[in-house]
Structure formats: C-alpha cells, structure tokens
C-alpha cells in the first residue's frame, strides 16, 4: 500500500521543480533518523502480513466474473470498527491501488515467539469472514494474483471505458474509474510516472505458443510503437499495480539485525516467488511468464529515455538499469559486503554527505541510490518541513523504490 500521506498531490511539472529540494531534505531527514535511533536496543522482534483481495461480481446467468468497483464503500463499512476502537480490532482495512481491491492486516502485530505462527491463519479466516459481511449476494473476495481478463472489454462492474487520450492513465485498455478513487496517491503516481517518462509505460509479455496461436495477438501493436506483435502488450501501473500478493512487514530488534534480515531475504524472496507462482493469465491471454514481477516493475517504470540509455544524458545524470520497483542493489550488512559485486549507480555527493554525516559506507551508498531517482508524488502541505522532526521526503523516496 505504501505511506499513504493526506493532502493535496502537486502535477508533475509543479514536483519536478522541488527534486533537489526533496533530495535534500530527504538527505537531512535520514541522517537525524539514523542518529537518533542507531543505538535504540530492546525493541522485540514484530511482523506482520498483507493480504491484498480483489472483489469479484458474477453473473451465473452470463456466466461472467467482472471486477467489482465497491472497495471505496466496503473499505467505509470495515473502517468504522477502528474508528470507534482504534486499539481493540483484529483487523485492519486499507486501500489499494484498484478500486477493486482492499488490503487486510492483523490489528497488531504478531511476535517472535513460535506461539505466535500458532494464530496467523485464524486471524486471516477472521478477516475473510468479517469481509464477507459486506459484500452483495453475487460478490466474492478472492486472493487471486491477477485477474485474467483485466484489461479486456467490460471488465468492471458497472462497466467503464479506456480513455487513451485523457485522464491519469490514458490506457488503450486501463480506464481511470478503475483506479482507487478516495486517495489522490493512485491517479496522482499513475500520471507522474507517465508524464516523467515522457511517455506511456509498456509491458509486453510473450504468448504461451501452441499450434492454435495466433500471431500477431491483437491489433494493439497497430496503436502503439511500444506493442510488439507477438506479445501481450499491457501500457498502464494498473496492470502491475493492480495484481495482488501476500506481504510481510518486520521491525527488527535494532538496525543491525534489520540489516541482515535485508540481505536474508534477498535470496529467499525470489525462491518464494518461483514456489508460488500463479499469474499466467494477462489480459486474457496465456502468458509464457507466471509472476506478476516484471509486471509490476515496468508499470511503474518512470525512467525518461536518457535514464534507460536510449539518448545521451543531457537533462538527467544517470542512466539506471532498471525500474524504481526492482530487485536490490546491494547488500547492507557487513556480512553480506562481499557480495556486492555488480556495479552500484549512486550520488556521489550525497554519499559523501551522508559519510560526513556519521553513516558508515555500505548504508550510505544505499541511500545515495536512492536518491539517484526523483520522487514522482508530493503534496503542497508537505513540500518545507522541519527536518528534525518529520520524516516524509526520506519516507517517499523510499517508499517510493
């Protein structure tokens, strides 16, 4: 879900102007974080998880599954439990980035202690069954990675066209009903993101072959260069953003085991990845991938041309390998140093100033990566903030990557 900040979201143009201003201050901000908390011990290790749904209508008389657009109004009905007990729920509800789907947590976090893996799914049942209250007799919550036909014609209910020439996404496919409509965050990131790259995003996936394919796979690559004729072409965050998947959340006991639980979870994500995996079906169409990962990467993928090597650098100063949603760059701990063996792009000065101020090497070139890749969503309220205290520029470069 990401920091979900209130306010009122600045165009493109108007954030481009503050880059180096949230830079810098996101800068300042980590360095007073790090020294007021590097020394913080006795905290207990806490986690928790995030089941992403998406909310399904069916007509059995059709035969037809659509995505409902009711996560605003069912996220109302779930969020006055807490607005009269913040303290005492089993459950938390949250947006997503569909208007089709909502996020569901424990209403605290679980512990270190084997008892507590003990709870984990009576507390995931509960959230089920307390989410099913509101739904309408044809209704389901699925905890299905991507829904097949996302894309296709008439796959909301009510049912909303693609507007390719207006609007947050300008989709061939994607249209902005679809997006989450009570928090600015969602259609504010899917515009950003486009009008910095300069262009729509383009994900093209290969069509899973058999002696019934066809080629080409649509006429979508008769309406965009980016479309290639023999792949699934998908051109908004919404076909990244919009899948779901199964999160965990941890507070380490200090940063030194926060950073060797990064480095340990490196090579075990990718395992779980591969063990459960479950999104083949892409616009309505058999995929040859199964992972909804490099999906989600390219529909968030921000860089201009320059960035991805295309021109020569002239407006931008790096060119970068890869989308801001991405695997990691480096390891963090000292144990894990001598795995850093691929090349790192980073802001020179900003490592230095990190280095300068009291950061050891390997978290200050992590965090000089960072700050390579402009922010691409900042509300007017939070643009000049009082760095000893608040926190938000570091937390939206980061959150953001």
Wanted: hydrophobic share 35%; aromatic share 10%; net charge negative.
């Amino acid at each position: 879900m990401g920091l979900l900040t209130e306010g009122s979201p600045l165009s493109w143009e108007e954030t481009k102007k503050f880059a180096n201003h949230v830079r810098e201050h996101g800068v300042n901000q980590f360095i007073n974080l790090y020294k007021r908390l590097r020394d913080r011990q006795g905290d207990v290790l806490k986690w928790g998880d995030e089941v992403e749904y998406v909310i399904v209508k069916f007509d059995s008389e059709k035969k037809q599954a659509k995505l409902s657009l009711r996560a605003k109004d069912i996220l109302d009905e779930l969020n006055e439990k807490e607005r009269q007990d913040p303290t005492g729920v089993k459950s938390l509800w949250r947006p997503e980035y569909g208007a089709y789907m909502i996020e569901g947590t424990p209403g605290k976090p679980y512990g270190g202690l084997m008892a507590h893996f003990n709870i984990v799914e009576a507390n995931m049942k509960y959230r089920r069954e307390e989410v099913q209250k509101y739904l309408s007799h044809d209704e389901a919550i699925l905890t299905l990675t991507s829904f097949p036909r996302l894309g296709c014609e008439n796959f909301t209910d009510p049912p909303c066209k693609p507007t390719p020439n207006e609007g947050a996404t300008r989709s061939l496919f994607f249209p902005d009903e679809a997006v989450f409509p009570g928090h600015p965050r969602f259609k504010t990131l899917s515009r950003n993101i486009r009008e910095r790259r300069g262009e729509k995003v383009a994900i093209n996936l290969p069509i899973y072959r058999d002696i019934n394919t066809v080629i080409p796979v649509d006429d979508s690559y008769l309406y965009s260069k980016a479309a290639l004729p023999d792949h699934v072409y998908m051109d908004a965050m919404g076909f990244g953003m919009g899948c779901c998947c199964l999160q965990l959340t941890f507070q380490a006991c200090n940063i030194q085991e926060a950073r060797t639980l990064y480095d340990q979870l490196a090579p075990l994500c990718p395992i779980m990845l591969a063990l459960t995996a479950a999104s083949p079906l892409h616009r309505g169409f058999i995929t040859d991938v199964d992972c909804r990962w490099n999906i989600i990467s390219g529909s968030v993928d921000c860089r201009t041309e320059e960035e991805r090597g295309l021109k020569p650098l002239n407006e931008n100063k790096f060119v970068i390998s890869k989308s801001r949603y991405d695997s990691i760059d480096s390891y963090l701990s000292p144990q894990g140093e001598k795995y850093n063996d691929v090349p790192l792009v980073y802001d020179e000065a900003i490592f230095e100033k990190l280095k300068n101020g009291g950061i050891d090497h390997l978290l200050a070139q992590h965090v000089a990566h960072l700050f390579i890749r402009d922010t691409v969503s900042l509300f007017s309220e939070k643009v000049h903030q009082d760095d000893e205290k608040d926190t938000d520029h570091f937390e939206w470069r980061h959150d953001e990557t």
